[in-house]
């Protein structure tokens, strides 16, 4: 009987298109979980508030605790977390189970895609109704972004 080799090294050393797309995005949410972790810690009260910018306009602790920051009763940096964890459980069962991969990546896609339509909706919230910045809103926005293009060239294919 031949040695089968470990599911972690055949997610690891897969060379193909594909997977680097999913690393590409799963790099991306494991950024994405490190900010958001910030912001559902002040949300919760562990911190009382992060670093800002200088200047009026950036007040991570009123953005990130008005109203606007509630989603179903739950403050949405938690929210945020669910969405990058689902986000690299996706990525990586994508390249785990074959068959069901293009079902996995078109569910990754949608997650991807309702994360980066959320930042955006919240980014013009900000701007326009709080008339102020959270910068690791702004940050959490930009990750979402950058995983869209990634999401598209695998779905495409």
Request: hydrophobic fraction near 50%; charge should be positive.
């Amino acid at each position: 009987m031949g040695k089968k080799k470990p599911v972690i090294d055949k997610i690891r050393k897969d060379k193909s298109t594909e997977a680097a797309l999913r690393r590409s995005i799963a790099a991306s949410a494991a950024v994405g979980l490190a900010d958001f972790s910030l912001i559902s810690l002040l949300q919760m009260g562990y911190f009382k508030k992060l670093p800002d910018f200088p200047g009026k306009v950036f007040n991570t602790v009123k953005v990130n605790t008005s109203k606007d920051a509630v989603m179903m009763g739950i403050p949405d940096g938690v929210i945020s977390l669910g969405g990058y964890a689902l986000t690299m459980l996706l990525a990586v069962a994508g390249s785990r189970f074959k068959k069901q991969s293009r079902f996995l990546d078109m569910a990754l896609g949608a997650v991807v895609l309702g994360q980066a339509a959320g930042a955006a909706q919240y980014l013009y919230k900000m701007a326009f109704v709080q008339k102020r910045i959270c910068v690791y809103c702004v940050a959490g926005a930009a990750i979402n972004f950058a995983s869209l293009r990634p999401a598209y060239n695998l779905i495409r294919k």
